[in-house]
């Protein structure tokens, strides 16, 4: 079965710093996507970007970018110039990608603090 | 806005109790997916459905059921209620099945109360 962990229950950062957030996945399959979502204090669950396994470019969306790892089987999220508004919980999420279903499976999340 | 809805946002309830949520997927999405989130088990998947059929599910309990209806929308009936179903209930919803465009779009989720 894929599993997702995230080791770092909070992380904080200055505000304009950077911050890397860590996700570690296990999976046999070649085929798959992963997902950072974010989960502000509203709890709405928001897609912060997404990554095709077989895509070696690593995503970017516009201060958020991940360091796809393939063989490590590791997907950091990288937020730069860090914002008040990026105070959340953070989800790193898979997708097997062959298969008849979408369902994501989380890691447990990572809280960020973005100090003033 | 995600242009995911679901109905009633926070519901409050006894134990032994049936509670129904709703789901209205974004215009065009044939997928629904439901998820759990809760203190100790963190996000979890439940149940997935595609235009009308189930398709896949996670762990759901006996006592959970969900359907989806012709007009696509869906919803997830939770009986017998215990106290360890307090959870944030999410429905997500995408175009297809399990296609390379098919991300994940959230509702804003049903805070449930088991008292």
């Known amino acids: 079965a894929q599993t997702v962990t995230q080791s770092q229950p909070e992380m904080s950062v200055q505000e304009a710093e950077t911050v890397t957030l860590s996700c570690t996945y296990d999976?046999?399959?070649?085929?798959?996507?992963l997902f950072w979502y974010k989960q502000p204090p509203s709890r709405q669950m928001i897609l912060v970007i997404r990554q095709e396994a077989y895509k070696q470019q690593n995503a970017t969306e516009n201060r958020f970018s991940v360091n796809f790892q393939k063989a490590a089987k590791s997907f950091s999220l990288k937020i730069s110039d860090s914002q008040l508004g990026d105070a959340a919980m953070y989800f790193c999420?898979?997708?097997?990608?062959?298969?008849?279903?979408?369902?994501?499976?989380f890691g447990q999340g990572t809280t960020l603090q973005v100090k003033p | 806005d995600s242009g995911v809805t679901q109905t009633p946002k926070h519901l409050i309830t006894a134990t032994g109790q049936r509670v129904t949520l709703r789901c209205s997927p974004r215009?065009?999405?044939?997928?629904v997916y439901w998820y759990q989130q809760s203190l100790d088990q963190g996000l979890q998947f439940l149940i997935h459905?595609?235009?009308?059929?189930?398709?896949a599910k996670g762990n759901i309990l006996e006592r959970f059921s969900a359907q989806q209806f012709p007009d696509l929308h869906s919803e997830l009936n939770l009986s017998s209620l215990e106290l360890g179903d307090s959870a944030l209930y999410f429905c997500?919803?995408?175009?297809?099945?399990?296609?390379?465009?098919?991300?994940?779009?959230f509702g804003p989720g049903t805070r449930l109360t088991v008292l």
């Open positions: 997500a919803s995408t175009l297809g099945l399990a296609g390379v465009t098919d991300t994940q779009y």
């Open positions: 215009s065009g999405d044939l997928s």
């Open positions: 999420a898979y997708r097997p990608g062959s298969s008849n279903t979408g369902k994501l499976i």
């Open positions: 459905y595609y235009n009308g059929e189930e398709r």
């Open positions: 999976t046999s399959e070649s085929d798959y996507y």
